[in-house]
């Protein structure tokens, strides 16, 4: 058999892909992720007593609206990475945005703040475990984006990886809001961050491992 004949063969019963397969399957991998850190959250931690009264407050949203900016690019990169031929934006310009934004109002806290209260804004209460519980109520989510690999062709495995535990990390670190009652920008920024930055370190580690086809 020549290799014209060969390859007409193989794709006589090719059919094309759904378009909005990607999408459906990461749209199920992060409800049920987010669904399962809830839980997690509940069980482990329990909500803020006081949630009702921080939601009327800036800080909850400022929280809130920090992990999803950061969480939804690394969702929108991890669906185009997941084709062989996907390319991810721009890291930088995809992601500095609500970090310089949150950086910006750090500024103005601690020129608003006497210098004797700085510590206690940047430290808060749980500044130590902070990072870990993020990481935590990321790793049923991570689950979720690496059961969504499964059927995928990732090309790019690090980066994938590490994309999938940013994007992991932001939600996680969105979901911990509902518990955490720190309320300063110094505080966000240096120890929800952190979290987000080991759950995208260990995705880069385990990318090439665990997202291989």
């Not at 014209?4 to 991998?29: C, K």
């Not at 329990?46 to 929280?63: Q, Y």
């Not at 510590?119 to 209460?125: D, I, Q, T, V």
């Not at 902070?130 to 049923?140: F, I």
Request: overall charge positive; glycine content about 8%; some cysteine.
């Amino acid at each position: 058999m020549d290799t014209e004949n060969l390859i007409l063969q193989l794709g006589a019963d090719f059919e094309p892909t759904d378009s909005r397969f990607v999408a459906r399957r990461l749209f199920v991998a992060l409800a049920v992720g987010l669904g399962s850190a809830l839980v997690l959250l509940l069980v482990w931690q329990g909500l803020n007593p006081d949630l009702a009264n921080a939601m009327k407050h800036r800080f909850f949203w400022m929280k809130a609206g920090y992990c999803l900016a950061l969480g939804a690019p690394a969702v929108m990169s991890v669906a185009r990475l997941a084709r062989p031929d996907g390319k991810a934006p721009p890291i930088v310009t995809s992601f500095a945005a609500p970090v310089v934004l949150i950086a910006g109002i750090c500024a103005v806290e601690l020129f608003l703040t006497p210098s004797s209260q700085w510590l206690e804004m940047w430290l808060g209460h749980s500044w130590s475990a902070c990072p870990w519980k993020v990481l935590a109520l990321s790793v049923p989510i991570f689950i979720g984006l690496l059961w969504a690999f499964r059927a995928f062709a990732p090309t790019q495995l690090r980066l994938a990886g590490a994309l999938a535990g940013m994007s992991a990390g932001a939600l996680g670190a969105m979901v911990y809001g509902l518990h955490c009652p720190e309320p300063s920008a110094l505080f966000l920024l240096t120890w929800y961050s952190l979290g987000i930055v080991l759950t995208t370190a260990f995705g880069a580690l385990l990318g090439p491992r665990l997202l291989r086809w």
